[in-house]
């Protein structure tokens, strides 16, 4: 019995210390091809790479992280370039960073077509430092706009808004006279603005739960900051023929990471046909709230 729990107990420490100290300095490539309902075929095969939740100044993001990022990106060849946000304004300001060694880096991201982003909730305060490190990168940031692309004769939009938790974007201006025909490519760092979406949004693309952290195998995450909890947590979701595809960020803000790699996203989109047509994913189980709240009121309220 001793060997028993010596063991049980040899299995708890080599989890924690992997989650602590191994998963978070992690970095993987996840690709993903989507069949979209709403595509046309002048556009297949487009590349996109969708990046979220860098939080540069976490533990592990720092400029040298910042490059393997970079390059992992570029190898790619991507014609597409996205961030749903949250490069962390508060973070950068006390890292050592310098600011411009940041924009120096994160302007050797090279997109075929374009770069966009939006800002994420941790990128308000102190205001003004993110968007100005995202444009001097080159990057468009969509701050409740709508980007028009030609690419090989065939238009395709790019729609943002700002973060739902710093502001109330009007979801029916942005999105008023878009509905031409014209694929149209939705980021939004928080992803419960996904259910209010108009049906002729191609794919949706977000960030901000970074998959949970810690995710349990059947269970999920009991830490997704958002209000349909599993519902949408991570990945590919299909509802009624809409599509959203949420990243699980690269950086961590619990110091842990378990069964949640931190991840470069690339989507390779093309039309959909009646063979590989999804109606519907099959819905996340788990855990049926967010426990983060009750965490920081244990912690910071006491």
């Not at 050797?108 to 909730?121: E, H, I, M, S, T």
Request: charged letters at 20%; hydrophobic letters at 40%.
């Amino acid at each position: 019995m001793k060997k028993v729990i010596l063991l049980f107990l040899f299995i708890c420490f080599a989890l924690l210390y992997y989650a602590h100290f191994v998963a978070p300095d992690r970095l993987v490539l996840r690709k993903k091809v989507l069949f979209l309902h709403r595509w046309c075929t002048g556009l297949d095969g487009l590349k996109v790479v969708l990046l979220s939740d860098i939080h540069f100044g976490a533990r592990y993001i720092d400029l040298n992280k910042l490059n393997k990022i970079v390059d992992l990106v570029n190898k790619q060849n991507p014609d597409l370039i996205l961030f749903a946000g949250d490069l962390d304004a508060e973070l950068l300001m006390f890292s050592n960073a310098d600011k411009n060694d940041v924009i120096k880096v994160l302007s050797r991201l090279n997109a075929r077509y374009f770069k966009g982003a939006v800002l994420g909730n941790h990128d308000y305060s102190p205001p003004c430092i993110i968007p100005g490190v995202l444009e001097k990168s080159h990057f468009t940031v969509l701050r409740n706009k709508v980007a028009v692309l030609n690419i090989s004769d065939t238009k395709l939009k790019i729609a943002g808004i700002d973060d739902i938790w710093y502001s109330k974007p009007d979801l029916n201006s942005l999105f008023s006279g878009q509905n031409d025909g014209a694929p149209l490519i939705f980021l939004s760092h928080n992803l419960d603005v996904f259910p209010k979406l108009p049906d002729f949004v191609s794919l949706t693309l977000s960030g901000h739960t970074h998959g949970g952290e810690i995710s349990f195998p059947v269970l999920g995450s009991p830490f997704v900051p958002s209000k349909y909890a599993q519902r949408y947590r991570k990945g590919h979701v299909v509802e009624n023929s809409r599509h959203l595809f949420v990243s699980s960020g690269i950086g961590t803000l619990s110091g842990f990471r378990f069964n949640n790699a931190p991840e470069v996203v690339i989507l390779e989109l093309r039309q959909e046909t009646q063979k590989n047509k999804i109606q519907n994913t099959k819905p996340k189980r788990g855990f049926s709230r967010d426990y983060i709240p009750l965490i920081r009121k244990y912690f910071y309220n006491k």
